[in-house]
C-alpha cells in the first residue's frame, strides 16, 4: 500500500495526487489538475481585464510616422489632392505628439486642431481616410453623419459616433481616448433653412448642437452596444478631450456660395482686374469659414472645425492614373479577380482613355471609373469563369459595345 502511494502521479502545483482530483493533465516534465487549470485561467483573465482598463500603450518619438512618411504613404493609394494631404498628415502627427505631451505636465498645454475636408463627390475624401487608418498607432474609425439625429428621434444618437470608437479599441476606454475619428457626410446635417424656424430641425442644426461638446471635448456617457436597442445596458464614461475628428462632406452647390462671396468685393477697376486670375473652373481652392456658414454649418461648430481644407476637382490627366496607378487601383482588383480563375486580363489602351472620358461626361469622379468599368466587364466575369481559357483580353470594339447594349437597356426599360 505505501508503494501505491509513492508511485502514485501528483500535481505538480497544489500536490494532490490523481486519486484527489477529476481529471490529471500529463505535460512533457509534470502534471496539472482541473483545479489548478481553471485557477490558472482566471489569473489570465484578471490580468488580461487589468490591462485593458489600464493606461494605453506608450507612443514615443522614434516610432512616429513624420508628416512627410504618412503623405508618401498616402501618395501610394490616392492620386493627387498634396494640399489635403498635407494638412492630414500634420493634423495626425501633432495628434501624436499631444497625446506624448499630455503626460509631461509642460505649462503650455497644445490644444487639438479638428479638421474639415470640403470636396465634390469621387475626389477621395472617404479614401483618405481608410487609407489612412492603415498606418496609425491609435484607433481609427469612420462614421456617417447621414443616419445621426437629436436624441429621443428615429435614426442613431450622437454617442453612437463613440460607441464605434470603442468597438475598434476593444473597449479598452484608454486606448478609444486618444483615437481619431473620421466623421463622413458632414455636409448632410446642415441647417436646412437660412432662419431659424418654429419646427425642430432634429437631424440637420439639432445634430450640429449635439457634437459641439463631442468635438471641443467633454465627458460623454456613450452605450457600448448602441442606445436604442439596448436601453438598460451600462453606460461608459468616455472623455472626447484628446479625441481628433476629421469631418469630410461634398458640400454640393457651395461653389455658388464662393462665387457670391467673391464677387461681393468686386469694386472699382482694381477689383475687376484681380477677379480675372480667379479660376472659375476650381472654385473650392477659395473657400472659407464664411462659406461653410452660409451653406449651413453653425458658427460654434465652424469654431471647433479650426482646419479647413479643401480637394481638387479631378482632371483628365488625374482620372487617368487613378484608373491604373495606385497599389490598389480599379484594374488591378479587376486583374486580381480573373488571376484567381487563372485568367490573365488584359486591355487595350485606348479602353483606358474611352473608360476616362465616359467617367468625365457622367460627372462622377473616381466612383464613376468604377462603375463604368463594372459595365464593360459584366459579362466577362458571368462567362469567363466556366470557360476553358487562360487569358482576356478587352479591346476597344467591346468597351464600346458593352456600354451601348447597357445603355439601350436601361432606355428600353424605361
Known amino acids: ?10 500535481c505538480s502545483f497544489c500536490g494532490r495526487p490523481e486519486s484527489e482530483v477529476n481529471c490529471l493533465i500529463t505535460g512533457m516534465d509534470g502534471y496539472i489538475c482541473d483545479a489548478c487549470t481553471e485557477q490558472a485561467y482566471q489569473i489570465i483573465d484578471d490580468m488580461r481585464n487589468e490591462r485593458q482598463n489600464g ?34 498628415a500634420v493634423s495626425v502627427y501633432n495628434h501624436y505628439k499631444r497625446l506624448m ?38 484607433p481609427f474609425t469612420i462614421v456617417d453623419a447621414t443616419v445621426l439625429t437629436e436624441a429621443g428621434y ?13 468597438q475598434v479599441a476593444d473597449y479598452k476606454v484608454p486606448e478609444a481616448e486618444r483615437g481619431i475619428v473620421f466623421i463622413d457626410e458632414i455636409d448632410k446635417i446642415a441647417r436646412k433653412g437660412d432662419n431659424p424656424s418654429i419646427t425642430r430641425d432634429v437631424s440637420g442644426e439639432g445634430v450640429q448642437q449635439g457634437l459641439l461638446k463631442l468635438l471641443e471635448g467633454s465627458v460623454v456617457l456613450v452605450p457600448p452596444q448602441g442606445g436604442r436597442k439596448h436601453p438598460d445596458q451600462k453606460m461608459i ?11 469630410g462632406g461634398a458640400f454640393d452647390g457651395i461653389e455658388k456660395k464662393i462665387a457670391q462671396r467673391l464677387n461681393t468685393r468686386v469694386v472699382g477697376y482694381t477689383a475687376q482686374r484681380n477677379v480675372a486670375t480667379i ?51 480599379i484594374i488591378k482588383q479587376y486583374v486580381k479577380l480573373f488571376e484567381m480563375d487563372g ?26 471609373l468604377r462603375a463604368i468599368v463594372e459595365t464593360i466587364m459584366i459579362d466577362s466575369m458571368f462567362e469567363v469563369p466556366s470557360e476553358q481559357r487562360s487569358e482576356l483580353h478587352i479591346t476597344l470594339e467591346y468597351a464600346k459595345h458593352q456600354m451601348e447594349k447597357t445603355n439601350a437597356a436601361r432606355l428600353q426599360s424605361a
Not at 522614434?62 to 494640399?83: C, S
Not at 475636408?117 to 475626389?123: A, E, I
Open 55 to 88: 493606461a494605453p500603450s506608450v507612443l514615443n518619438m522614434k516610432d512616429m510616422p513624420r508628416p512627410t512618411a504618412i503623405k508618401e504613404f498616402l501618395d501610394q493609394y490616392v492620386i493627387g489632392q498634396d494640399d489635403a494631404k498635407r494638412f492630414l
Open 154 to 166: 428615429v435614426g442613431e444618437d450622437i454617442e453612437s459616433i463613440l460607441t464605434r470608437l470603442l
Open 237 to 247: 464614461p468616455v472623455d472626447t478631450k484628446n479625441i481628433l475628428f476629421i469631418c
Open 1 to 10: 500500500m505505501a508503494g501505491k502511494k509513492i508511485n502514485q502521479r501528483h
Open 101 to 138: 505631451q499630455k503626460n509631461k505636465g509642460d505649462e503650455v498645454e497644445i490644444e487639438k486642431s479638428n479638421i474639415i475636408m470640403v470636396g465634390s463627390t469621387g475626389t477621395g475624401k472617404t479614401l483618405l481616410a481608410r487609407t489612412i487608418a492603415k498606418m496609425l498607432n491609435v
Open 343 to 368: 485568367v490573365k486580363l488584359s486591355f487595350d489602351e485606348e479602353v483606358y482613355e474611352y473608360i476616362v472620358d465616359k467617367a468625365i461626361e457622367y460627372k462622377l469622379g473616381a466612383r464613376g
Open 279 to 329: 479660376d472659375r473652373n476650381n472654385l473650392m481652392q477659395y473657400i472659407a469659414p464664411q462659406d461653410l456658414k452660409s451653406f449651413g454649418l453653425i458658427p460654434e461648430i465652424i469654431g471647433r472645425l479650426p482646419v479647413l481644407t479643401y480637394l481638387n476637382p479631378l482632371d483628365r490627366n488625374a482620372l487617368r492614373a487613378i484608373l491604373t496607378e495606385p497599389k490598389n487601383s
